[in-house]
C-alpha cells in the first residue's frame, strides 16, 4: 500500500503546486496579451503595455513615493529590529519574553486592523496624512521581521568572539567593523531587502495612511476601475512579481553563501 | 632553574567580585610567578572563570588590586593589557581562515604584512598547524581549533596566558594528548600561564600549583603534591582523587606526633606535618586515609606497619589498578582500597576475608 500513498502525496503536491502558481503565471501571460479584455484565447503578442507604462507620468510618481517609502522603512525597521534582536540574544531582563511577544505581535495582527487604529490615533493627534505616515505603519508591521530575520545572524554570534577580538588589543569601534559587522551584515542586507519588499508590495496600510500621494499598489488598485487599463496593470503586476522575486532569491542566496561560509546549516529553518 | 622564576608576575589582593546581591569573590588573594603553569580549580561556579576575567580585565572588581608585572591593573581595558585569552568555546573567528585568526591582533599592532606573515607562520609551526593556513574555522577539528586558539594567544607574545577550560570539550584521548602538549609548550616558551579547570586530574598533570576555589575562596593553594598529600581539609580532599574518611579522635600529642584513636582501625602515632602547636587537637574527629595507602594483604611475602581485618565487598578492575570496596570490622561505610595489579597478583574475589595493611604514613590530619 505504500507505493499508493506515496503517488498520491505526489498528485497532492502537484495539484498543490498549481494552485499556488497559476494564478502568477496569467499575470505575465496577459500581459503580452494584445487584447485589452483578459479573457482566453489569446488573441498575439505585444509588448505595448510595458512600453505603455514607460510614459505613465502618475505612475512614475506612484513609483517613486513607493521606493521613498520602502527604502526608508527598510533602514528603519532593519535598524530597530537590529536593536531588538541584539538585546534579545544578548541579555537577560525582567519581562523579555512578554516584551518580545509584544513586538512581535504585528506579524500575526490583521493588517486592516492595524491600518484603522492607526488612522483614528493619527486623527485624533491632528497629523496630516503622508507618505511619512505610511512609513510608520509599515515600520511597524516590518519590524517583527527585521527582528525574526537578525536574531538569527546575532544568535550565531558568540559573545566570546567580540570577547576574543578585544583581548587581542582591538578597540571597540574595531571589534564591531572587524568581527560584528562581518557577520551580520549578510542578516542585515537580507533583511533590507525582505523589509523593502513587504513594503512595496503593502496596501492596505499605505491606502488608508496615505494623504494625496500614492504607492504603486494603491496606485494599481485605482486604475483597476478603469478596465481599458488592465492589460497595462497586468504588466506592471508582472514588473514588479519579477523584481520581488528577484530581490527574495538575492536575499536568501547572500544568507546561504554567508552561512556557508561559516559552515552553519544553510536550510530554512536557520531563518 | 632561572633565577626568575619566582618573581611574582600577578599579585591578586583581597579582591571581591560582587554581581548585584551574588558574591563571585570573597577577598581573593594570590601570586602567581613567572613562568609558572598555574591554575584555578573547583567546581562549576565556584569563581574560577569570574578571577580569570578579573584578571583578563573582562570584569572590574567589586573592590581589591590585580597587579600584572608590578603594575596595577585598575582602570586598564582587556585590550591593553599583557594578557591573551584561549576561551572555552575557541571563540575562532568564523569568517576568517586560520592565519588571519592568528594574525589578528598582530593587525591592531599596525605591523607590517611580512613581519605579520613571519610571526604567524613561526607560531603555526610552534602548534603544529602549519599546513593549515588557509582552513576555515569550520573545517577545522576540535583539537585544531584548540591549537589555533592557542596560537593566536601565542604570537601577541604576551606575558601571561589565560585559559578558559581549554580542553573540557575535547575527547578523553585528544584531551590527555593536548595536556601533555600544552604543559611542555608552557616549559619549552616559559611564558606564564593560568588555567581554569574542573578536572583535578588536569590540574594535576598540568600545574606547577594550583588555587583550589569553593564558594568564592580559595581553600589551599599549594602544588599538585602537596594538594594530594595534604589537603587542608575535608572538602578539598574530596575534590582533588579519592579520600577515605573516617572517624578519629586525638589522644595525645608532642612536640612532633599525635596520638590518634582511630575507628576500625586503631591506635597510631602520626607525624605532625604542618599541625602547629597552637592548634586544637581536639577539634579534630575526621581523618583521612587515601586507596592507595592501604594495601590487601592477599600475598604472603606482604607485609605492613599496621593490620587489621576486613572482608572484599565489591571490586571494579581498571587493567592496571583494581579498586576494592572493603568492609572493616567495627566500621559500616566500606572504604576503597587500590592495589596495582603487578606481576603474580590476582584481583581477589568478594566475599574473601583479608588483611588490610596500614602505617603511619597512610594518615591525613585535617587542619581545617
Same mark, same amino acid.
Given at each position: 500500500m505504500k507505493w499508493l500513498s506515496a503517488k498520491w502525496l505526489a498528485v497532492y503536491a502537484v495539484v498543490y503546486m498549481i494552485f499556488l502558481y497559476a494564478p502568477v503565471i496569467l499575470l505575465p501571460l496577459f500581459a503580452f496579451n $494584445?487584447? $485589452?479584455?483578459?479573457?482566453?484565447p489569446l488573441s498575439g503578442f505585444t509588448t505595448e503595455w510595458f512600453i505603455g507604462l514607460w510614459y505613465t507620468d502618475t505612475l512614475h510618481i506612484a513609483l517613486g513615493n513607493s521606493m521613498f517609502v520602502g527604502v526608508t522603512t527598510a533602514l528603519l525597521s532593519t535598524l530597530l529590529g537590529a536593536f531588538a534582536a541584539r538585546a534579545s540574544a544578548r541579555f537577560a531582563f525582567p519581562g523579555k519574553t512578554g516584551i518580545v511577544g509584544l513586538i512581535m505581535l504585528p506579524l500575526v495582527l490583521p493588517e486592516i486592523i492595524i491600518a484603522v487604529a492607526l488612522l483614528v490615533m493619527l486623527n485624533q493627534l491632528g497629523m496630516p496624512l503622508s507618505l511619512w505616515t505610511v512609513v510608520g505603519g509599515h515600520v511597524l508591521i516590518c519590524t517583527p521581521f527585521a527582528i525574526a530575520i537578525l536574531s538569527s545572524s546575532y544568535r550565531g554570534l558568540d559573545r566570546e568572539l567580540e570577547e576574543a577580538s578585544f583581548d587581542l588589543g582591538e578597540s571597540r569601534w574595531g571589534t564591531f567593523r572587524r568581527v560584528t559587522l562581518p557577520l551580520v551584515l549578510p542578516g542585515i542586507i537580507s533583511s533590507l531587502l525582505i523589509t523593502f519588499t513587504i513594503s512595496l508590495d503593502e496596501f492596505i496600510i499605505a491606502f488608508f495612511l496615505t494623504g494625496t500621494d500614492v504607492t504603486l499598489p494603491v496606485y494599481i488598485w485605482s486604475q483597476l476601475r478603469f478596465p481599458a487599463k488592465l492589460p497595462s496593470v497586468m504588466a506592471l503586476g508582472t514588473i514588479l512579481l519579477v523584481v520581488s522575486v528577484l530581490l527574495l532569491i538575492i536575499a536568501e542566496a547572500l544568507r546561504r553563501r554567508s552561512a556557508a561560509r561559516q559552515g552553519v546549516d544553510t536550510t530554512l529553518a536557520g531563518l | 632553574m632561572k633565577d626568575t622564576d619566582n618573581r611574582p608576575m600577578i599579585r591578586i589582593d583581597e579582591v571581591v567580585k560582587k554581581f548585584g546581591t551574588f558574591t563571585?569573590? #570573597? %577577598?581573593i588573594s594570590a601570586e602567581i610567578r613567572e613562568g609558572e603553569f598555574f591554575s584555578l580549580l %573547583?567546581?562549576?561556579?565556584?569563581g574560577k572563570t569570574t578571577l580569570l576575567r578579573v584578571i583578563a580585565g573582562f570584569e572590574p572588581p567589586t573592590s581589591g588590586k590585580v597587579a600584572i608585572g608590578g603594575k596595577?591593573?585598575?582602570?586598564?581595558?582587556a585590550n591593553s593589557r599583557p594578557t591573551n585569552m584561549v576561551f572555552q568555546s575557541y571563540?575562532?573567528?568564523? #569568517?576568517?581562515n586560520v592565519e588571519e585568526n592568528v594574525g589578528y591582533g598582530l593587525k591592531t599592532r599596525k605591523m607590517s604584512k611580512t613581519d605579520i606573515a613571519r610571526d604567524v607562520a613561526e607560531v603555526l609551526k610552534l602548534v603544529d598547524?602549519? +599546513?593549515?593556513?588557509?582552513?576555515?574555522? #569550520?573545517?577545522?577539528?576540535g583539537g585544531q581549533r584548540q591549537r589555533v586558539a592557542l596560537a593566536r594567544a601565542l604570537v601577541m607574545r604576551p606575558e601571561v596566558i589565560l585559559l578558559d577550560e581549554?580542553?573540557?570539550?575535547?575527547d578523553k584521548k585528544l584531551r590527555d594528548q593536548m595536556q601533555v602538549e600544552l604543559r611542555s609548550l608552557q616549559r619549552s616558551i616559559g611564558i606564564t600561564f593560568i588555567l581554569v579547570t574542573h578536572d583535578q586530574e588536569e590540574a594535576l598533570i598540568m600545574s606547577d600549583r594550583i588555587a583550589v576555589m569553593f564558594d568564592g575562596r580559595i581553600e589551599q593553594l599549594d602544588t599538585p603534591e602537596g594538594l594530594y598529600r595534604h589537603p587542608v581539609n575535608r572538602r578539598v580532599a574530596s575534590f582533588i582523587g579519592v579520600m577515605n574518611f573516617l572517624p578519629a579522635r586525638v589522644t595525645g600529642a608532642t612536640e612532633q606526633h599525635l596520638n590518634l584513636d582511630i575507628a576500625a582501625l586503631g591506635q597510631i602515632k602520626v607525624p605532625? #606535618? %604542618?599541625? %602547629?602547636?597552637?592548634?586544637?587537637?581536639? +577539634?579534630?574527629?575526621t581523618i583521612g586515609v587515601r586507596?592507595?595507602?592501604?594495601?590487601?594483604?592477599?600475598?604472603?611475602?606482604d607485609t605492613a606497619q599496621m593490620k587489621v581485618q576486613g572482608e572484599v565487598v565489591d571490586s571494579e578492575y581498571y587493567g592496571d589498578m583494581t579498586y576494592y570496596a572493603v568492609r572493616l570490622a567495627g566500621h559500616d561505610t566500606p572504604v576503597t582500597i587500590s592495589m596495582r595489579n603487578t606481576a603474580g597478583r590476582s584481583v581477589v574475589p568478594p566475599g574473601s576475608k583479608v588483611d588490610i595493611g596500614w602505617g603511619a604514613d597512610s594518615i591525613v590530619v585535617f587542619k581545617e
Open positions: $494584445t487584447s $485589452t479584455i483578459i479573457a482566453f | 563571585a569573590l #570573597h %577577598g %573547583g567546581p562549576s561556579g565556584c596595577d591593573m585598575a582602570g586598564i581595558p571563540a575562532i573567528f568564523p #569568517h576568517l598547524m602549519e +599546513s593549515y593556513g588557509k582552513r576555515k574555522a #569550520h573545517e577545522l577539528s581549554p580542553l573540557s570539550a575535547l605532625r #606535618h %604542618g599541625i %602547629g602547636p597552637d592548634f586544637d587537637t581536639a +577539634s579534630i574527629d586507596p592507595e595507602m592501604l594495601t590487601l594483604l592477599a600475598d604472603a611475602d
